[in-house]
């Protein structure tokens, strides 16, 4: 089965990250979790909900499946691009931009933080039990928004994070594809040849 990376083109006018969707089922199949706030000893001793989900946007070097109507194939992203693509959707101020399940538009959602896992002992999502690979981009983000909140947070209609962009393909890795004998070979006649053309 084919394998392709995927890889931005920071030149071209649609690359990167537009939005982040939340999903019923994320792709990179890691779910976020919904932080709520830690007692504060506050005026009234509110313990008020933060609104705030936390999960991997990326996963460096997972096969992802794919479908298209000739057959199906895995992508994948390597620890460079995660970490291009999360700098980039920042960059172009895509933090503000989020989508229903990559069709409706959502409105309150925002990426509040951004960060590569770096630690894998000591990385604050660590903290709330997940447990990632180094390279993974994770975000949280504020839900200021009640209608997403209850009836799509806590009823558990989304469970994860869903990235919205656009890439370029790098050379096909399919083992069904040519061989490193054929490569090899192609490359001797097409070395002899460059130099048959540039001796006449």
């Given at each position: 089965m084919r394998i392709v990376e995927l890889l931005i083109d920071e030149e071209a006018a649609l690359s990167g990250i537009e939005a982040i969707s939340i999903v019923d089922k994320p792709a990179i199949d890691e779910k976020f979790i919904a932080l709520k706030s830690e007692k504060k000893i506050q005026l009234a001793e509110v313990d008020a909900e933060k609104k705030i989900l936390m999960g991997a946007a990326l996963v460096p070097d997972k096969n992802i499946f794919r479908q298209d109507e000739e057959d199906g194939y895995y992508i994948y992203f390597s620890k460079d691009t995660v970490r291009q693509a999360s700098e980039l959707f920042l960059?172009?101020?895509?933090?503000?931009?989020?989508?229903?399940?990559?069709?409706?538009?959502?409105?309150?959602?925002?990426?509040?933080?951004?960060?590569?896992?770096?630690?894998?002992?000591?990385?604050?999502?660590?903290?709330?039990?997940?447990d990632l690979p180094l390279g993974t981009w994770m975000v949280s983000m504020k839900v200021n928004n009640d209608d997403v909140w209850e009836n799509y947070v806590k009823t558990g209609l989304v469970s994860g994070f869903s990235i919205e962009g656009y890439f370029t393909d790098s050379i096909d890795l399919s083992s069904d594809l040519i061989s490193e004998e054929d490569a090899t070979e192609i490359l001797v006649k097409v070395k002899e040849f460059v130099q048959s053309k540039l001796s006449e």
């Open positions: 960059v172009r101020g895509n933090q503000n931009k989020s989508t229903l399940e990559h069709q409706a538009d959502l409105h309150g959602l925002s990426v509040v933080e951004s960060w590569i896992i770096e630690d894998e002992l000591h990385d604050k999502s660590r903290k709330y039990g997940m």
